[in-house]
C-alpha cells in the first residue's frame, strides 16, 4: 500500500510513518518543518530497509502541484500537518487559523478529485469548557470569546471536522474524523508547551517544574504508538467512514500531581512552581480543566484499549530524554 501521511515529520506523524514502513508499506510525507523535524525522519532515511520506500517532501500542504502528484499517487491519505501546541497558536494566530483550515480544506479537495480515502485528526480542544466526564463525541460544545485567542485552535479544528463530514456527505469522498486527547510519548518537544516533555526536560535539568494555574486541572494522556494503532485501523475499516472518534486514554490525573510523579522518577532535585496563567500566556488565558474522553465508540468499533500506561509512558519519556542528551555530549 502507498501512504501519504501530512505532517509525517511531526511527533505523530513520523510515529505513523514508522509502523508503515515496518508494515512494508511505501510511505510518503509532506512537511513543512514548521513545528516537525529532520531528526523525526533521518532513521528512516537511512536505514537501508526503509531508505527505498521513503519519500519526504519539505514543502508546504499549499503546495498544490506536490499534493496533486502525491495524493494520486497515494492509496490512503493521513492528514496530520496543522498548527499545534497552545503556546504556539498565541504566538502564531493568523497562520494558525489559515493552515489549520484552508490547509485541510486544500487536502480534502484533492481527495476528492481522486476519491481518496483521507484521515483527519483533530483535537480533544474542540470540545471546549467542559468540566464533565468523560466526553462523548456526541455532546454540546462550548467555548470562550473569539477575543480570546486560544479558541480559535478549537474553533479551526471544528471547521475542519465540519468539511470533512461536508465533503463525505456531499461528494461521497471517505473521510474518517478523529480527536486526539493530549497524546505523548518519544520525540514530541516541548518547545509548543506540550506538558510532559516540558516537565521531564525541567526535571533532568533540576529547574523548577513550572505548573500553570493551581495544577489542579486535569488531563488523560495516550501513548503515540496506541494512537498510531488506531489511527491505522480506523483507516483499514470501511465502518469508520463518515464518522467522528475519540482517540485518548483513561487515567485521569491533575497537573500537579504529574508534575510530582516526574520529579520522584527523575530522583530530581527541582521543587515546584505554580505559575499564574496571565504570566504563562497572557491576560485572561483560559485552561480547560478537565479533559477525559469517553472511547466507547472506539473501543466498538476497532477494539480499541490503550496498553501503556501512565507510568510506563512517563518512563519511556525519561528514557528517551536520557538517550537523547547522552547522544548530543
Ligand atoms: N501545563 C503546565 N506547565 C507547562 C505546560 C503545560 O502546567 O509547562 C499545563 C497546561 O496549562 C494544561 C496541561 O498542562 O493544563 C496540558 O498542557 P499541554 O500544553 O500539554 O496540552 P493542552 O491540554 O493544554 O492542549
Redesign the pocket.
Known sequence: MRVLITGGAGFIGSHLAHAHLKRGDEVYIIDDLSTGSIDNIKEFQENPKFSNRFFAHIDTIFNNNLLLELAGTCDVIFHLAAAV???YILNNPLESIRTNIQGTEAVLNICSKFKKKVLITS???VYGKHLHAPLVETDNIIYGPSIKSRWSYAASKLMDEFTALAYYRTKGLKTIVTRLF?TVGPKQT?A?????P??VN?ALNNEP?????D?K?T?TFTYVKDVVWALMNLMGNENAVGEVFNVGGTEEIM?LE??QKIIDKTNSKSQINL?P?EE?FEKDFE??QR?VPSIEKIKKIINFEPKTSLDKIIDEVISSSRKKRRDEV
Request: overall charge positive; hydrophobic content about 40%.
Open positions: 501546541g497552545v503556546r483535537s480533544s480542544e493530549n516541548g509548543y508547551g506540550m506538558v510532559i516540558r516537565f525541567q517544574l513550572t505548573v500553570y494555574g495544577g486541572q488531563r497537573i504529574l508534575a505559575i496563567y504563562a485552561d480547560m479533559r
